[in-house]
Structure formats: C-alpha cells, structure tokens
C-alpha cells in the first residue's frame, strides 16, 4: 500500500515562507507524477501545482503567480512545495497526491489514486 504524509504546515504571517513535505513509502523508485491541492473550510479542494515523474515539467495554479515553486527527490521519495510570499487567502489544508499510472495530460482531481492526510497552513495578517 503507498502512503503519502504532508509536512511542513504551521502558521506564519502574511509576506512569509514555508516548506511543505510529502514523504512517500511503499515504493521503491519514482515514476509517477504528482500534484499538491489545497481546501479551505467551506470550499472545494482545489489544484495548487504539480510536477512530471521526472521533475522536467510543472503546472501551476493561476493565483500561484510563480510564488509556490515544485520540487521532487526521488532518491528521498520526497515531493516539495516552497510557499514564498504567503497571503491570508492561502490558508487551508494542503494535500499531497499521486498520478495514476499512465496519465499525463488533460488531469482532473479524479485522476489521482493516492492522497496524503493533509497538513494545515495558516496564514496571519
């Protein structure tokens, strides 16, 4: 069974920064693309960003503005989001989730297999 964990959340002022984490386990090598969403209490998850297998390629959502960058190490099984320049309306719960295998274009929320627990950031004003 894959298992994806988020880490890195907490609260932080307005104009701040913060790492978050996905640690996957379960799998022994890195194939798979792979996507971070957001939700606020009240609203619909929402895409935030994602990145190819390779790390080569990435999408952002438009309110990102080039402010919440995407990383991967597949050698760690680690999927990073450097959030720089945080506003009160990027509060929410950030979840982690994997591609399913063999997709890579056209994706909706539907096309993601696994999803991690969520991890709360919390932006001050």
């Known amino acids: 069974q894959v298992q994806l964990v988020e880490s890195g959340g907490g609260l932080v002022q307005a104009g701040g920064s913060l790492r978050l984490s996905c640690a996957a386990s379960g799998r022994t090598f890195s194939s798979y693309h792979m996507g971070w969403f957001r939700q606020a209490p009240g609203k619909e998850r929402e895409f935030v960003a994602a990145i190819t297998w390779s790390g080569g390629g990435t999408d952002y959502a438009y309110y990102v503005k080039g402010r919440f960058p995407i990383s991967r190490d597949n050698a760690k099984n680690t999927k990073y989001l450097q959030m720089h320049s945080l506003k009160p309306a990027d509060t929410a719960v950030y979840y982690c989730?994997?591609?399913?295998?063999?997709?890579?274009?056209?994706?909706?929320?539907?096309?993601?297999?696994?999803w991690g627990q969520g991890t709360q950031v919390t932006v001050s004003s």
């Open positions: 989730a994997r591609v399913r295998a063999g997709l890579n274009s056209h994706l909706t929320i539907y096309d993601y297999d696994y």
